[in-house]
């Protein structure tokens, strides 16, 4: 340690944070003693503890750590806007070192552990978005969780008809043709009817829902901070608006993957990896970090088993966009077709067929994100 970080230790502040209540832990440059404490979690107090810890470190550096968590990054912008000068970083909580043979977890214990580990460099920062791209993922978010609640909803009604014989057997459910059955069934028992009408009008409210979700999702979508990278992806197949607008809103800096196996890794995309004793296991794909952007470059993916060709709506979604953007999409849609069929010939499953399609639309993704980003 030369003198200048004898004289000027950093502090360095590690904190559990819950709705009610932030437990923190503070050590001082090297020293092993530890020092915590617990307050309210307010706006109010969050500002005094700042002031306190700029109060107490003096010139020094003081730096805090807390988990991702159900507060968000709130917690990281009320420090950092304090004018103290102090640095939050919000770490992955997936990402911590844990003991296999630890078995008492405590607040303080967490706030202790997060402070040390945070000295020793150990932890891995989770890169924040703003307000605005916080808002616009959110609102992805909502669509999708809506979503959910019209599966559900719709399983509902179709399981309380299956109970009462009421079988739909003439083609796909949920088309207008299924639509126009369900409306016409006689319910005779009153508590049945009002049962039917319930469920249905719980499923149009939610259609409603979705498409005002959506409509606003598009109009964020061409906001001047998303509309060259949202119309640059809705050029590959199988990405349209809702999807583009989702890549764009999670993914948001894509200048921090500095390889496109960065982001396959970041979006858990890539095979696990079991090597021991000069022997190498390769398993699933390791699931980790962002399940919103997997699932819809999943989504994706499926569309690119189908023979290379421009329909009528990628046409229409094309016109307008960069040359390089329809290039990209062209090779994107050629080399991940050629790859589907040439793993389906060696007789790979189809859903690991799709998830290495997936993988490899993430480059395509990226490369587009950060030519798209060039542009601006």
Known sequence: MDKASASCPITWVGMDAHKETIEVARLVGMSSQVETWRLEYTPQAVRRLARKLRR???ESEVRCCYEAGPVGFTLKRLIEASDQGLVCEVVAPSLIPVKPGERVKTDRRDARKLASLFRACTLTEVHPP????????DLCRCREDAKQDLLRARHRLSKFLLRRGLIWRDGRAWTRRHWSWIRSLEIGHPADRQTFDSYLLFIEQIIARVGDLERAIAAAGQHESYRGAVNA??????IDTITAVTLAAELHDISRFQKPRELMAYLGLTPSVHASGGQT???KITKAGNAHVRRVLVEAAWNQRHTPGIGVALRRRRDGQPRWAIAQADRAMRRLYGRY????????????????????????????LQTSAAAV
């Open 341 to 368: 069929a040439r793993m389906l010939h060696r007789g790979k499953p189809q859903g690991t067929i799709v998830v290495a399609i997936a993988r490899e639309l993430a480059g395509f993704v990226w490369a587009t």
């Open 233 to 238: 992806l809705r050029c590959f197949r199988g």
């Open 56 to 58: 107490d470190a003096g």
């Open 281 to 283: 296991h390769r398993g």
């Open 130 to 137: 703003t307000p605005d791209q916080e808002a616009v993922r």
